[in-house]
Nanobody, 113 residues
Framework: QVQLVESGGGLVQAGGSLRLSCAAS????????VGWYRQAPGKERELVVV?????DYADSVKGRFAISRDNAKNTMYLQMNSLKSEDTAVYYC?????????WGQGTPVTVSS
């Protein structure tokens, strides 16, 4: 069992930055994959970035978003720069552990133009 808790969402103006955090209930060592997804109003949940050996970003966020993690704190981050109105969504962190997907509760990000 893995619990994930996101934080850091909020309201930001277009062009601004936010850093999302995702605290896990156990060490990241042993996770088969970690990443972030998002779901905009009225849309399907979509991949933002996944880290599983290599790092894969959605084309829409390449060069603007960056995933990182602090293993000592069991926390991963999503640094989001040059935010656009189309980045408005609820952001979810995700891990794959022993063939089970785990999700956080989501943190909302609203980008005003």
């Amino acid at each position: 069992q893995v619990q994930l808790v996101e934080s850091g969402g909020g309201l930001v103006q277009a062009g601004g930055s936010l850093r999302l955090s995702c605290a896990a209930s156990r060490s990241f060592f042993g996770f088969d994959a970690v990443g972030w997804y998002r779901q905009a109003p009225g849309k399907e949940r979509e991949l933002v970035v996944v880290l599983r050996g290599s790092t894969d970003y959605a084309d829409s966020v390449k060069g603007r978003f960056a995933i990182s993690r602090d293993n000592a704190k069991n926390t991963m981050y999503l640094q989001m720069n040059s935010l656009k109105s189309e980045d408005t969504a609820v952001y979810y962190c995700y891990v794959l552990f022993r063939n089970i997907n785990y999700w956080g509760q989501g943190t909302p990000v609203t980008v005003s133009s």
